[in-house]
């Protein structure tokens, strides 16, 4: 099963960066990364994946390390609307297999 | 294009009955989940499929059955309900090659 940690909480101003981390450490070779937010009670919005490079989207840019244990989540320049919990998940054996760990609940604040 | 819908959205059980949840997408994805999330708590996988006829557990299966019949259509089972089953249910889809898990409105389950 997957097992990935990131931190339970985040601060972030409103207009900078937010970089949200996960450790992915038992991710296997061919399997994505993806990360998902969930705002309130809603379900979950995907934001992005990726396998070994970097990636960038609309929403965000993920960034992926080169051993593929780790990966960082960057919100170029959150707005209070960002505010959330976000979610990294990386399969581990079973690519269809998608499990949600705890999350980063993020606080963007005036 | 409706995509992910769920059924009910609200529902109140008594110990012991039984209900199931329905779930159906209009995407054609061949991935479809339902998950559980505890108030307070991240999403905990149940069940899984990933075809018609092919089913598998998650994280959290016991208590649940789920079938798939149809590309369509992933119904979620409840036997005997009990108060550790209350929560809302999210089913999701996903043609998993595009990593995007498109997600229904949820169902909020309460057992009294």
């Known amino acids: 099963d997957a097992k990935t940690t990131q931190p339970p909480s985040m601060d972030c101003a409103e207009g900078r960066a937010a970089n949200l981390p996960c450790n992915h450490s038992?991710?296997?070779?061919?399997?994505?990364v993806y990360w998902y937010r969930q705002i309130h009670s809603q379900g979950p919005q995907y934001i992005i994946h990726g396998l070994k490079n970097n990636e960038t989207n609309e929403m965000a840019s993920l960034i992926i390390t080169e051993d593929r244990k780790s990966s960082t989540l960057i919100l170029p320049h959150a707005t209070l609307r960002d505010t959330a919990v976000y979610y990294c998940i990386a399969p581990t054996g079973t690519a269809s297999k998608l499990t949600f760990g705890t999350g980063t609940r993020l606080q963007v604040t005036l | 294009n409706a995509g992910v819908t769920q059924t009910p959205k609200f529902r109140i059980l008594k110990i012991g009955q039984s209900m199931t949840l329905q779930c159906t997408q209009d995407?054609?994805?061949?991935?479809m989940y339902w998950y559980r999330q505890d108030p307070g708590m991240g999403l905990k996988l149940i069940y899984y499929s990933v075809g018609a006829g092919i089913t598998d557990k998650g994280e959290v299966p016991n208590g649940y059955n789920v079938s798939r019949s149809t590309t369509e259509d992933f119904p979620l089972r409840l036997e005997l309900a009990a108060p550790s089953q209350t929560s809302v249910y999210f089913c999701?889809?996903?043609?998993?090659?595009?990593?995007?898990?498109?997600f229904g409105e949820g169902s909020r389950l309460t057992v009294l």
């Open positions: 999701a889809s996903s043609q998993l090659s595009t990593g995007e898990l498109f």
């Open positions: 038992t991710i296997s070779g061919n399997e994505y």
């Open positions: 995407m054609n994805h061949n991935y």
